[in-house]
């Protein structure tokens, strides 16, 4: 594990630096893989959604916060737009998501402090208690085992803190014009991330999950997105650079493994498409869950 801090103004200089063994033996496969146009595709979720998703996240100035999964800094940048004054870290698997992370917040945030740790979720380097508020965005998806992440996410978070949890539900989709190729092709998506030991219809799951860990005073509540034609930002945005950009991106997973043909799967895509022109529609709900360590 190489832990690193580094301001945004200096992101490839570190202030401070550890070295110790890295473990991965906990992390799954990211099914929506690496590549520059997945970092495209988060960013653009991310400053798509920011009103939805961080709508009612707020912290106090000096709250110690820990962003579990920052990825490419995606949502750390509105994290720390709409919280100054916190002391943020961030932590993540993929040593070359950190890096991402640390340019993007040096671009849009200079000067803001962020502590940067490459990290394994399940073995995270923090004493007990070590944080005020634990926000976590779009990981659990990604897990095979969500109640132990969520257990070591609770050892390092204060009694009387917070965690945020927000995760998509991809059986919440449906749109117009309907299509049965369209339905696969995203099922094909639910499948892959199924094989790969998460689970991309764990929205539904989160008030369980957190009572099952023991959190407390658990709330979920339904962040929904409605693409027509008359919120063309989010058609845009959200049906055409997010939801069927992150379906259309496993294609080749999908024929390797037998899911579909070419055709089949090309028409999907196609029809996707069809809802975020004119006459079309897509919707789709995020759930958000706010939790406390007792």
């Known amino acids: ?49 920011v009103e939805l998703l961080h709508a009612g996240t707020a912290y106090p ?20 737009a709409a919280n100054p004054g916190v002391h943020l870290t961030a932590v993540d698997v993929s040593a070359d998501s950190l890096a991402q992370a640390r340019a993007r917040v040096s671009a849009l945030a200079p000067g803001v ?60 989709a449906f749109f117009h014009p309907e299509s049965a190729a369209a339905r696969a092709a995203v099922d094909h998506l639910v499948r892959l991330q199924t094989l790969a030991g998460g689970d991309s219809l764990i929205g539904r799951r989160l008030h369980p999950l957190l009572t099952e860990a023991g959190f407390r005073d658990v709330a979920v509540r339904p962040r929904t997105v409605s693409a ?16 069927v950009a992150m379906v259309e991106s496993v294609r080749a997973e999908a024929l390797a493994a037998g899911l579909t043909t070419a055709e089949a799967f090309d028409r999907g895509i196609a029809d996707l498409h069809r809802t975020a022109e004119e006459g079309g529609t897509f919707h789709y709900t995020f759930f958000k869950a706010l939790a406390v360590r007792p």
């Open 228 to 243: 027509d034609g008359s919120r063309p930002e989010l058609v845009e945005g959200f049906t055409r650079r997010t939801f």
């Open 113 to 172: 402090q962020v502590d940067w740790h490459h990290s394994d979720l399940h073995r995270l380097p923090f004493v007990d208690g070590s944080f005020d508020h634990l926000f976590v965005c779009f990981v659990l998806e990604h897990l095979a085992d969500p109640p132990a992440a969520l257990a070591a996410l609770r050892r390092v978070l204060k009694p009387g803190g917070t965690i945020t949890v927000v995760e998509g539900d991809h059986g919440s």
């Open 1 to 49: 594990m190489t832990t690193t801090t580094t301001s945004a103004t200096s992101a490839t200089s570190a202030t401070s630096a550890t070295s110790t063994d890295y473990a991965t033996d906990c992390a799954t496969g990211y099914v929506h893989g690496y590549s520059e146009a997945e970092a495209r595709r988060l960013g653009d979720q991310a400053n798509t959604l």
């Open 61 to 80: 100035p000096g709250s110690r916060v820990l962003e579990v999964g920052c990825g490419v800094g995606a949502q750390t940048v509105h994290l720390l």
